[in-house]
């Protein structure tokens, strides 16, 4: 069976890039090595910081960086774009513009997904970066259904386990941060929750039973195999 070949914008940060290559392997029953779908990857970790230019408003924009990325992917073979940092996708333009290619927004996927599974009225709580919330990356998808998004409180807290799970890995207490911040949501009346950092992906398989979870990875994983392996565009 051909296979079409989507190109990741990766590097951000790197392990989360690795957990995305782990899920895409995940989706594939495979017997042997030429059973699995095969990835262009763009490892940068030098992508100007989203951060920096996101919240603290000191940093350079990252939109031409990832725009130059997702060329050389194109050029390279790649059929479709994609991007396992939520943050990044603010954006999403500026990648989706300089190819011609399909990019597959996990954000616009999984608010879809969330759409098809929840009533009218009904929150999302939302486990991510401060920067996601205050750059409204999830906004214009939100904007096209009748659910409700919920944050938490203290998003410096957040940050700090972001920027711990970037510095030392997926720590006792970075994974102790998001576990309370889900238990926040859903006391606050958020009938799913949404990992919306790809960082906070590593806890996903730990998060409790009795919450109702989307992880965008999971979402974007998906999305791929289905381009990989069809001629339908997502």
């Not at 059973?35 to 490892?43: A, G, R, T, V, Y």
């Not at 940068?44 to 940093?59: C, D, F, M, T, Y």
């Not at 998003?155 to 576990?179: F, N, V, W, Y």
């Not at 926040?184 to 590593?202: N, R």
């Amino acid at each position: 069976m051909t296979r079409r070949v989507v190109g990741i914008l990766g590097g951000m940060g790197p392990e989360a890039t690795i957990l995305l290559q782990q899920r895409v392997l995940a989706t594939v029953k495979a017997r042997d090595d030429s059973d699995h779908l095969p990835l262009l990857i763009d490892m940068n970790p030098q992508v100007p910081s989203r951060i920096a230019h996101l919240i603290e408003k000191s940093g350079e924009d990252p939109g031409p960086t990832l725009a130059a990325m997702a060329n050389r992917l194109e050029a390279a073979g790649a059929t479709a774009i994609g991007m396992p940092c939520n943050t990044a996708h603010q954006y999403a333009e500026a990648v989706a513009s300089a190819v011609s290619i399909p990019f597959l927004n996990m954000v616009d996927l999984s608010v879809a997904q969330a759409a098809a599974q929840l009533l009218s009225g009904d929150s999302i709580g939302f486990l991510a970066s401060p920067a996601v919330q205050s750059a409204g990356v999830f906004n214009d998808a939100m904007a096209h259904t009748r659910l409700h998004a919920l944050w938490p409180e203290d998003g410096d807290r957040m940050l700090s386990a972001i920027r711990e799970i970037k510095t030392q890995g997926p720590t006792q207490r970075a994974r102790q941060i998001l576990i309370d911040a889900a238990r926040e949501l859903t006391e606050k009346g958020a009938a799913m929750l949404f990992v919306a950092c790809s960082e906070f992906s590593l806890f996903t398989r730990d998060l409790p039973d009795d919450f109702t979870v989307i992880d965008t990875v999971d979402v974007l994983a998906d999305a791929i195999h289905k381009h990989s392996l069809t001629d339908e565009d997502i």
